[in-house]
């Protein structure tokens, strides 16, 4: 459907204006296209959580502000399409694997996957650590793929783990390869929505810390969600230069004892990002002199 257009053939400015809609990450979208609904239900998945992974109607309702007659209506036809279930007692919901099926479909079908299984396999057998594969998905970090060594007790990050990029390694490398306008537009979604994890004051900030990320070439930190390991990632490009993904190794604190210990682990972490991306295509461009 094309904007509407006066007798003359002009655009009608006025028309077009008022359907249009621009979010805070800058992405204008035609309010005439979004089936509310929709946005309404796909919005209400979302307050289930590893914090409030059951909830009742009247939390539903109260944390999606809306009525607790379109809240119904929503939860009914959740739970008839099989996203919802309730328990036992008839009044905690909670979602089913259904949910889970879109999210792992949208995993496996990442060509990074089966391109980065024997690359991870081989860098946690070199390091005795766990190796993963993880992408950025707006402020998130996404964990695709992942090796662990069979003796070693590790952080429980599985395959489609979500979490805050700048709280971690691995975010921390993608977001330093991010152009700026990139870079701020993920930090409008993250003062928007990144509600229960501390953010940097100003994007100021998060740029300072993305330019010393990129100057260094690889993030070593210590988990903010578990404190007994720490991890190191390195990036990996594509084909058009961008960095496309990052690989990490987690370990127990023990690993990172020393500089010689680090080194080790970062020449390992290094190399196996560079097989990933010299077979994403990517040619690295020389530096002249």
Not at 46 to 66: C, D, I, N, V
Not at 144 to 159: C, E, G, Y
Not at 221 to 231: A, I, K, L, T, Y
């Amino acid at each position: 459907m094309s904007p509407a257009k006066s007798t003359t053939g002009a655009v009608d400015k006025s028309v077009t204006k008022r359907n249009f809609t621009r979010r805070e990450d800058d992405l204008v979208f035609d309010k005439r296209y979004m089936v509310p609904g929709l946005s309404r239900g796909l919005a209400l998945l979302q307050l289930f959580s590893r914090a409030k992974p059951h909830q009742k109607m009247t939390e539903l309702a109260a944390a999606s502000g809306l009525s607790r007659s379109a809240t119904y209506r929503l939860v009914y036809t959740l739970e008839k399409e099989g996203f919802l279930r309730r328990d036992q007692s008839g009044y905690l919901y909670s979602v089913t694997s259904k949910v889970l099926t879109l999210g792992f479909e949208y995993i496996f079908s990442q060509p990074l996957t089966e391109t980065a299984e024997d690359i991870l396999r081989e860098l946690s057998d070199l390091t005795k650590a766990g190796a993963h594969l993880i992408t950025l998905d707006g402020w998130h970090c996404v964990y695709l793929a992942r090796v662990v060594p069979p003796v070693l007790l590790i952080a429980n990050l599985q395959v489609g783990t979500r979490l805050p990029a700048h709280l971690t390694a691995s975010g921390r490398v993608l977001l330093a390869y991010q152009e700026k306008e990139a870079l701020r537009s993920i930090y409008k979604l993250l003062v928007r929505e990144c509600v229960d994890q501390p953010i940097p004051e100003r994007f100021e900030d998060l740029q300072q810390i993305a330019d010393k990320d990129r100057r260094q070439g690889y993030v070593l930190s210590r988990s903010r969600f578990d404190p007994s390991v720490s991890s190191l990632a390195c990036p990996v490009f594509g084909r058009d230069g961008r960095v496309a993904a990052a690989i990490n190794v987690v370990a127990p604190e023990t690993f990172f004892r020393d500089n010689v210990s680090v080194e080790a682990l970062r020449k390992h972490v290094s190399r196996a990002a560079t097989i990933l991306s010299e077979r994403l295509g990517y040619t690295p461009v020389l530096k002249q002199g």
